[in-house]
């Protein structure tokens, strides 16, 4: 960890959520960004290096970010529920590292999907600043629409090559909302030898 990672134990809806708080290094934060991991039966964690370059990339432009283990995962207590209890799990350290200022959120694949959903339970009372979701797992869950207003605020990054969620997928959920996606030429799922370039994108968003 770097000196500017702080440990977080969060309080969730069936128990205690581990955190890490990673923060600029001049200390002065724009807002706060929360970050989903991928799936919890599959290794997906906080540690997850997609997961930790979208922190760097919201840190290098000026945000707090927080990345959080779902339900189960590392010290996070109770047991994965196949996505309504992860969004809830969200929208608990949601509640207490940003009750109030800007907000970010962001995810990665099954994160993707349990962010799409916050965010729609969220609705106008909390709409994020920005929106960023990486390998969307479009073709395994049902992905919650984005709202038309919050599309300017949105990125939606994807692999061309993508194994594990095909890019046509992507595109189907995306289509009748008039949603524009990024595709990586080349790139699969967990963005091997692309993660400079997806922090450059996220960084170049963030900062738009």
Not at 90 to 97: D, E, G, K, N
Not at 174 to 191: D, K, M, N, Y
Request: hydrophobic fraction near 40%; include cysteine.
């Amino acid at each position: 960890m770097s000196p500017t990672t702080r440990t977080l134990s969060l309080q969730g809806q069936v128990g205690q959520i581990e955190a890490l708080l990673d923060e600029p290094v001049d200390g002065a934060a724009q807002g706060t960004a929360v970050i989903a991991h991928p799936h919890p039966l599959f290794g997906g964690t906080l540690h997850n290096k997609v997961v930790q370059t979208l922190a760097r990339a919201f840190v290098q432009s000026g945000w707090r970010a927080v990345r959080f283990n779902f339900r189960g995962v590392g010290a996070s207590e109770g047991s994965y529920d196949e996505g309504p209890g992860e969004a809830l799990d969200m929208q608990q350290v949601i509640t207490q590292v940003a009750p109030t200022g800007p907000l970010a959120l962001a995810g990665f694949s099954f994160g993707a999907f349990v962010t799409s959903h916050v965010v729609q339970a969220l609705g106008h009372q909390r709409p994020p600043h920005r929106l960023v979701l990486v390998g969307t797992a479009a073709s395994r869950f049902e992905v919650a629409p984005v709202a038309p207003e919050l599309h300017e605020r949105c990125l939606v990054l994807h692999g061309e090559q993508d194994d594990t969620v095909p890019l046509a997928s992507v595109l189907d959920w995306a289509r009748p909302q008039s949603l524009p996606i990024t595709v990586i030429p080349g790139c699969e799922h967990f963005f091997h030898g692309q993660l400079p370039l997806l922090k450059s994108l996220v960084v170049r968003h963030l900062r738009t």
